[in-house]
């Protein structure tokens, strides 16, 4: 993975490289938080990758932005985009575990066997430590994409059940249920607001965690 691309249209962030035009000194609301999502991904790289930040700086910023748009459509009505489908998901955080593995052998060469037998560990625990250390760095590629999946489908199936509840409600066609849907319904508006804060926090969970491997790659930790 090489993160030294330039901010070019065309690139999952470039549509925040064409809302620079027209920058005022003065800003907007706008451009007041377009900064403020510049400013928090800048630091995340900072305080996640170091020295080495503001070469992943776009990867970062376009991974975040695009799956947060994503996560964020998936609560519209008969949208299901790529993030909500965990086979989707699970290929994205493989190619990028696989990215990661082959820059940092790159760079690395046998080093790079360290990720499996801790240094400072004794010998004689190798047959033990190797496969478990194996086993849990290759296993980063199916957590970080299940993370993803799971935790924006088990909400939307919250919300598909309670809506279809109410909608049974409505359709008996009794008292009861006129006034058991219209709760239904009601339950759904802080559910919305509790997912849509979901999709934003597993958006920043995975550019968080991906930016921690990044780190890892570079320095063998």
Known sequence: INAEWPLRPGTAHGSLLAATKG??????????????????IQD?????????????????LG???????????NLLPYVEMPTQIIGCTVAMSSTIIAGLTIKCVAKHKLDFASFFFPSGAPLVLAPLLVPIETISFFSRAISLGV????????GHMIMHIIADFGAQMMASGTLGGGLGSVFCCAALVPI?????AVACIQAYVFCMLTTMYLKDAHELH
């Open 23 to 40: 920058m005022r000194v003065i800003p907007t609301r706008a451009q007041s938080g377009k900064e403020m999502l510049y400013g928090f």
């Open 44 to 60: 995340l790289c900072k305080q996640n990758i170091g020295v080495e930040a503001s070469r992943y700086f776009p990867f970062a």
């Open 63 to 73: 991974m975040f932005t695009t799956i947060g748009a994503c996560n964020v459509a």
């Open 147 to 154: 993370r993803l999946g799971a935790n924006l489908t088990a």
């Open 192 to 196: 919305t607001l509790l997912e849509m």
